[in-house]
């Protein structure tokens, strides 16, 4: 099943986030998420990908700095390999403007003697996260875009979620409460 089949699991996710938020570019980024995976396994497999692919993902996403950062966050839960991520930071690289590079990719942790990251209690930083303004559903790559585009400037209303900094686009306030 191809990743823009309508029964493909990034088809559902986009189509039922569509009924809350209207950022073409989040929306593209749900579809596309898995699209970078997709193409490493076609090189992994044949030593070539579909550029054609390739080409539309580059057309598809805006916001660079989100999507990479997404997927490093996906690609970096512990039992996931970190090639793809490196491999697709290379096949982008000087096709995309970001402040993300393979060095943000974050290291798997090996046996004794290295620490493993871990979270315990509660989440404390300096400065401490401001609640989430309704934006491209909680736009983490949005605070570091250099583009000034208008949709990377914060906009009214604020959800309460703590756990994102400040972001950017438009969202529809018939998102269910989380009460």
Known sequence: MTITDARSHASLACAFLSRYCD?????????????????????????????????ALLRSITDWNLFLAFNIIDGCTEGKSRQPLHWFFREVDGKVESRFTSDDIIPTYHGRGRPRPQVTGTLRTNPPLQPLHYSQCARLGAQHSSSGHPDNRAKSETLTTPMVRGSTSRMNPALPSQH
């Open 23 to 55: 950022d073409e570019d989040l929306l593209a980024m749900v579809q596309y998420h898995d699209e970078p995976f997709a193409l490493y396994r076609q090189y992994e497999a044949k030593g070539k990908y579909n550029q054609e692919r390739f080409n």
